[in-house]
């Protein structure tokens, strides 16, 4: 197949099978649908890798730029009318505004400006496009293949709600085409038009519910990400104005930094929008209202994964000027705070929803530096955190529905309570935080290209606090989950059988790319970064095997249970000399019975979010502030 | 390059030595505190006797976590005296320790939950200064290798006054000597019911306290790493600094796990923005 082709199909396909959602009204139909869908995007993804290994950055040339950009243009009109019919409804201005804009900004710039614009090539693929499609192709479709087992019972357990599923899976694959249409598209209004879309579709998806709370959440991060996009838009407009034709991504970052800054730092904003730095992180957190999958999807391979992939493509623009420095700076700060407020949040999906916003903010520090070590670094942790934090919701997600709890709290004993699925987030958490998984790996390859840059200690040593506070909210709730209790039964009878499927690939994948990371690195990413800044960061050959031999170390370990040893004498945990029962009963003063119950430290006095978000918001609207600040100075001088 | 000499010989004779120091440990303390002491071989004694014990458990997974415990100490141990990447040692540290934590929550008891809670502060407490320590030492001879920093004829402790200072300051955790021996301690002098360890005994509970001396050899390792241009002031200087912190053990109570947390921070944070600003404007930072 032609490459062309391919990339046209992996845009229009999952289009495709969102059409036929409208039409599955059955289990069973979707359930298939669903299922081959996934199968031939996981397939096709992974086809696409191979054909085009080895061979660079490839420019496609072949479909025509001018009835393409009109057909986009008319769609992101209807999206605006769309959207602003229904903030009149809702009431909500802030995003009416946005909107209108928004709309005249892009009005204006088709009837000024569209007609002179050129772009040779549309779509392009390289290394990095590849493993965001990798991302995409393979985790949010599994997601999808989830969604079939947990919006079943999600809708069997609340009847109370209208079963809009055939949207819901309509959505998410809508969703995916327009992923993959933004890492492949080269011709700026094209990332735009897709960026558009996924703005949309996370909207659709947060308010699935209907209820206040979702639809509240919804414009909330609506507006967010609208904001984004007026950003976005002027992008364009100042690139037509002044930017001598330039309208495609690669002809953007071979302009320079003359031209490119402006454009490059109004893109930036938007990323961080969508990225869900501070000050914008409330959208993610509130995103938590709808059905876990979707928080999954927006985590990992959608959504917030956009934002930080046009950081990282832009990167080269922001090395070494102050911009990328304070770009760098707002993503290490949202990094130290969102941790912090981590810690605080007894909520697991709030935990997540920090850590991510945490994750982030440590790739956009990454982009900002924007040196090749950088670089290496930043795609590294968007592909393990990608995996991690998918299988870790996926696992929240099955545990809500059978304890009925998304409070960390209540998962204590998981292990003896759901064995499997306690398994698999052990494994989720040590890959987030834990030598040699993929984040720590990571973490580390941001250390060192942190101290090879001028100042670069400033950011090494918000990373070392912020990494420290990362380990503590972890273990505890990694504690949490292996405690073994004596008086629990296993509750975890059969789990659905995509849930399971999409589970156990998970946990496979989290260990696999620990493995083969090192062949990801020379295949993959040294050749990306060797087009694109002569260099090349790698581990040495020692680390690689140290990092080897302690995965085959964690991996054996609990084999160990495996070999027959002679039961040791039980005695029951120390209470200060109480007659206790099994089950954990003692007698308090006055002769009651109270049960052992044992929580986690939250620290809210210290790590609340009450103080710290208000902080973080301030910091980084003002740091922002100084990032456009200084952009502007910086054009009006050059 | 990795020396896998010198990681077995760590492997062999750092229990030795840490089992000696950790005597030497309490004959000082005792005659601190006026009185005679054991004999310096008695942690030895104390360790057989609990080999010798029946092994008793909450359950079955509290020994697995024991023993992944002292495996990834041993590794961590091995990995430096190997002249390993000093940051992959960290790591591999940090590892080691929540196998520790999480053999406390496994147990499912108040009082080794509450010890393991502490224990992650501790660790989080003392995490970010051990790491800087690390930047710092990259700072100071361009390199992660331990043996590239161990063989530097760079005065490291000249350059790394404050990171010094402030890892010794977070050694005292590490060590588990008073003021900061929030989780768990080493002497009676603090606590009854012990922390971390509380449902540990017998073998397990010996194995804890084997991995303790490996770690103590460890961290005086680490110690070394600052003047490692002259082997004989090194050696010194590890001395005194433990002697030190035995002084600092006898002479002050257990403190809150606040300021232990807060103090830690702060001296993390002044000591090496000071110091690594110094060396960046100074020398020009790393080439």
Known sequence: MQLAQLLLFLILFPLITAVFMFFAKKDMERAWIVKLSALVIGIVSVYLLISTYDKGALLVSAIPSEPVTLIMFIIEMLIAVFILYLGIVHKKYIVVALILVQSVMMLYFELVYAHSVEVSSNLFIDEFSNIMALIIGIIGSLICVYSLGYMKFFHEHHPEMPDKRTTFFFVMFVFIAAMFGLVFSNNILWVYFFWEVTTLCSFLLIGYTKTEEATNNAFNALWMNLLGGVAFAGAIIYLAMFGNGVMGLDTLLASGKVIALIPAALIGFAGLTKAAQLPFSSWLVGAMVAPTPVSALLHSSTMVKAGVYILVRLAPIFQATFTGYVLAMIGALTFLIASGIAVSQSNAKRVLAYSTIANLGLVVACAGIGTYEAIWAAILLIVFHAISKSLLFLSVGTVEHRIKSREIDDMNGLIVRMPKIAAMMVIGIAGMFLAPFGMLISKWAAIKAFIDVPYGFVFVIILAFGSAITLFFWAKWMGKIITVTSDSKNIEGEVDHSEWTALTSLAGLSLITTLVFPLLSTKLLEPFLMANYGHVAQLSQDNIIIMILMLLLLVIMPLSILIPQRKHKHVSPYMGGRTTTTDMRFSGSLGVQKKTVLSNYYLHEYFGEAKLRPAGIWLCSALICIMFAATALRGVIL | ?287
């Open chain 2, 1 to 287: 390059m990795i020396n896998i000499v010198w990681g077995i010989v760590f492997v062999l004779v750092a229990p030795l030595v840490g089992g000696l120091i950790a005597g030497i440990d309490r004959k000082i303390t005792a005659r601190m505190q006026g009185r005679v002491g054991p004999s310096i071989l008695q942690p030895f004694y104390d360790v057989g006797k609990l080999f010798e014990k029946e092994q008793t458990v909450v359950n079955e997974t509290q020994t697995f976590y024991a023993i992944c415990y002292i495996i990834f100490m041993i590794f961590t141990g091995a990995l430096f005296f190997a002249s390993g990447d000093l940051l992959l040692v960290i790591f591999a540290l940090t590892l080691a320790q929540i196998f520790l934590v999480l053999g406390a929550f496994a147990a499912n008891s108040p009082y080794s939950y509450v010890g393991a809670e502490r224990e992650l502060l501790q660790i989080m407490a003392y995490e970010p200064m051990v790491i800087l320590t690390a930047v710092g030492m990259y700072v100071a001879t361009k390199s992660f290798n331990v043996s590239d920093i161990a063989a530097t004829t760079t005065p490291v402790i000249l350059l790394l006054p404050g990171i010094f200072l402030g890892f010794i300051y977070v050694l005292t955790i590490k060590l588990r000597k008073s003021p900061f021996d929030i989780s768990t301690s080493h002497h009676a002098h603090q606590e009854i019911v012990k922390g971390v360890t509380t449902e540990y005994s017998g073998p397990s509970l010996g194995l804890i306290e084997i991995t303790h001396w490996y770690e103590t050899v460890f961290l005086l390792g680490f110690v070394y790493l600052f003047f490692g241009f002259n082997p004989l002031i090194g050696v010194a200087a590890v001395i005194v600094i433990y002697l030190l912190e035995i002084l600092v053990d006898n002479t002050n109570a257990r403190v809150k796990w606040q300021f232990m947390v807060k103090s830690s921070w702060l001296i993390a944070a002044v000591v090496s923005v000071v110091n690594l600003a110094a060396l960046y404007f100074l020398f020009g930072g790393v080439s």
